[in-house]
């Protein structure tokens, strides 16, 4: 099935650095969503997107919609430990029971 | 947590044996999701429903099947499980009225 092409894979930095991971498609999206998970539980949505060129934050996290509606950006700025995790985009194609499309993740690694 | 639960949340089964995991939501949610995560490989779907008896296969269906006879629970049965059904099975709702999916906390599942 389709893949949304995320990168990096992984990334490792240092405590107080921004950090921005990416999505692509070949295909238009309607929706983008950013999804964290921590080791041993399920992924949890950090930020919602719905139009194209959509720029919304959630504290230190900020992530935009693609202009061409073909990719979406999440960036997070001044890092923490807790921010350690696998970071997941996934987007929507249509309205109705079309279910989503994934990334593979980022893993994030955060280095006091 | 959208009211997501899911149980077990570890098994350990044998190759053969039968097996059925179950979801349970307890805010009305039409449409809800099975996915499977693997190292490599993402978050991939193996089915969904949009209603109660209405299911759909996703792009890893085969080997299991689903029933949704009633709107709170959705059942994922291995008919006879296999080594490569080893995996952590993840349960989501969709919001009715967006395309943003939560997901429950997860089933480890290991079949020897």
């Known amino acids: 099935g389709q893949q949304l092409n995320q990168s990096p894979q992984s990334m490792f930095i240092q405590e107080g650095e921004d950090v921005s991971m990416n999505c692509t498609s070949s295909?238009?999206?309607?929706?983008w969503l950013w999804y964290k998970q921590e080791p041993g539980e399920g992924p949890v949505l950090l930020i919602a997107?719905?139009?194209?060129?959509e720029l919304t934050s959630n504290g230190r996290l900020t992530a935009q919609f693609g202009i061409t509606r073909k990719d979406s950006f999440l960036n997070i700025s001044a890092s923490i430990p807790s921010d350690v995790g696998i970071y997941f985009c996934?987007?929507?194609?249509?309205?109705?029971?079309?279910?989503?499309?994934f990334g593979k993740g980022t893993r994030l690694s955060v280095i006091a | 947590d959208a009211g997501i639960t899911q149980s077990p949340r570890h098994k350990v089964t044998e190759t053969g044996t039968p097996v059925t995991l179950r979801c349970h939501q307890t805010?009305?949610?039409?449409?809800m999701y099975w996915y499977r995560q693997d190292p490599g490989h993402g978050l991939r779907l193996i089915h969904y429903?949009?209603?109660?008896?209405?299911?759909d296969k996703g792009e890893v269906s085969d080997g299991y099947s689903v029933s949704r006879s009633k709107t709170e629970d959705f059942l994922l049965t291995l008919e006879s499980a296999t080594s490569s059904q080893t995996s952590v099975y993840f349960c989501?709702?969709?919001?009715?009225?967006?395309?943003?999916?939560?997901f429950g906390p997860g089933t480890r599942l290991t079949v020897l």
């Open positions: 295909s238009i999206f309607n929706t």
């Open positions: 805010e009305n949610h039409r449409y």
């Open positions: 997107l719905y139009k194209a060129g």
């Open positions: 989501a709702i969709r919001l009715t009225d967006t395309d943003t999916q939560y």
């Open positions: 996934a987007g929507h194609r249509n309205s109705g029971n079309t279910p989503l499309v």
């Open positions: 429903s949009y209603g109660v008896k209405d299911t």
